[in-house]
């Protein structure tokens, strides 16, 4: 009797150790069990504006300079490519970039002729390095800021994490809005729950950036919470700009380089202008005060209460149409997400605040940048957004802000990589 019970509990143990060597691929090759393997919570990253590679393909009615193509065979490389940055050929960029207002359908649409890609969705290829020539030397590749999510991917691929298995990529066209990303959601969903089911159901973590998060947000805050409670471990914040950002503002104005030092930013502003994404960043109204200054003339200030006077003025109307189909968005990813939530900003860096325009002919193109506290490119209190979650929402938000850390340099930061990593292997 003993010695039976005995055999069945040596069978059933054999059983199981046999299973997890063949679900486990080292397993296979060394017999051994890497338990850690079964504790680590698969990663999605969410990138920001500008934060994947985008490829196109043209059959264009026209062109806008000499130097430009009409016509391609294939796909190339639009999203980014420095070959195409340089004075000239950027005019065949910005057309070919550019989208399309459309203002009955309150749809956007590419340039005409223009048809564009995002590349490699569920994969981080795309969103590790933006330039994918693998042309220059990663220096050069980290000076032209091609340099993205590639030393998060790093950190966790030495915690023994698998590119493309438990650390996948959710890239998208981050020249559009929430209100257009319909079928980006539904692929995200998908996504999740591949991972889930490929990861022994484990539940995923996010990783978003900037205008990655808000867009993350706006997801979690579209699901049950039983469906978040199934699938999701927790969302990462980093620098996310859920109250919009100034610059935003500044960028459909005036244009803005992306510190791209070779980039002329009022060559830019046509690309950018056309952005319903940076529309969905304008500051929010519930942490800007109706009578608080964006930007100022000599004789009129400009506040969250009267954006379609701004873009009236500076000529851009196509804008508040924009702002007002992605508002409705825009205050839904504000709300608390229902997934635990890490909430990482830098602080204590000169941020763009107020746009002065009081000097003649300023506007729109040439504002005087006043600046206040952020991480350089959001304001501190768009960053403070996912903070002031705490005690809104049943799951447990933590905040941790690190003075002096930069919104894109703070992907390559040590001490914030390493959180992830604690993080992501922490039950
Ligand atoms: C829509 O756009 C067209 C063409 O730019 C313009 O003539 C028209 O006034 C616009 N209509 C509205 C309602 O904004
Ligand atoms: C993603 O990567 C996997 C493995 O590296 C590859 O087999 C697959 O084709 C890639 N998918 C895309 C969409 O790039
Ligand atoms: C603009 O705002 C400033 C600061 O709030 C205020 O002092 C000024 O009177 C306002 N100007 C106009 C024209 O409303």
């Known amino acids: 009797m003993l010695k ?24 296979v090759a060394g017999f051994r069990i890497d338990r850690s393997y079964f504790t680590k919570s698969p990663v999605i990253l969410v990138p920001g504006d500008g934060g994947s590679q985008l490829v196109a393909k043209l059959n264009k009615p026209s062109k806008v300079h000499i130097f430009c193509d009409k016509k391609t ?50 994969n981080t290829s795309n969103i590790e390095w933006l330039d994918p020539s693998g042309f220059m030397p990663p220096f050069i590749q980290r000076m032209i800021l091609s340099n993205y999510y590639v030393d998060i991917v790093n950190g966790l691929v030495d915690l023994g994490y698998q590119r493309d298995l438990n650390i996948r990529g959710a890239p998208y066209d981050y020249r559009k809005a929430p209100n257009e990303m319909g079928e980006y959601y539904g692929a995200l969903k998908k996504l999740v729950e591949e991972t889930y089911e490929r990861n022994y159901q484990k539940r995923v973590t996010f990783v978003c950036h900037s205008l990655g998060c808000p867009v993350t947000s706006y997801f979690f805050n579209q699901q049950s919470q039983l469906w978040k409670k199934k699938y999701i471990k927790g969302l990462i914040s980093l620098g996310g700009a859920y109250g919009g950002a100034v610059k935003a503002m500044k960028t459909i104005a005036s244009g803005e380089n992306l510190g791209i030092l070779i980039v002329k930013q009022s060559d830019l502003k046509i690309e950018q202008m056309s952005s319903t994404s940076l529309a969905f960043l304008l500051p929010a109204r519930q942490l800007w005060g109706p009578n608080e200054q964006l930007a100022f003339t000599k004789t009129k200030n400009y506040t969250v209460a009267n954006y379609d006077e701004f873009f009236t003025d500076i000529g851009y109307p196509t804008g508040y149409e924009m702002y007002k189909d992605t508002l409705p968005f825009a205050e839904i990813s504000r709300k608390p997400p229902g997934v635990e939530v890490i909430c990482i900003y830098g602080t204590g860096l000169d941020t763009t605040e107020k746009l002065d325009y009081r000097k003649d002919k300023s506007l729109p193109n040439s ?5 206040g506290n ?34 894109l340099s703070m992907l390559s930061s040590k001490l914030i990589i390493d959180i992830i990593k604690h993080y992501v292997v922490t039950w």
């Open 367 to 371: 504002p005087k940048l006043l600046t």
């Open 4 to 27: 039976n019970l005995f055999l069945s509990a040596l069978v059933i143990s054999v059983q199981i150790l046999t299973l997890l060597v063949l679900l486990h691929p080292s397993g």
């Open 374 to 407: 952020g991480d350089g490119t959001v304001n501190i209190r768009s960053l403070q957004v996912c903070s002031n979650w705490e005690g809104k929402q049943e799951q447990n938000v933590y905040s941790k802000h690190f003075p002096k850390v930069e919104h």
């Open 73 to 122: 065979n294939d796909y190339f490389n639009l999203w980014l490519n420095p070959q195409l940055l340089i004075p000239g050929v950027l005019h065949c960029w910005v057309d070919n970039m550019r989208l399309v207002y459309n203002n009955v359908t309150r749809r956007t649409s590419n340039s005409p002729g223009v048809d564009i890609r995002v590349p490699g969705f569920g």
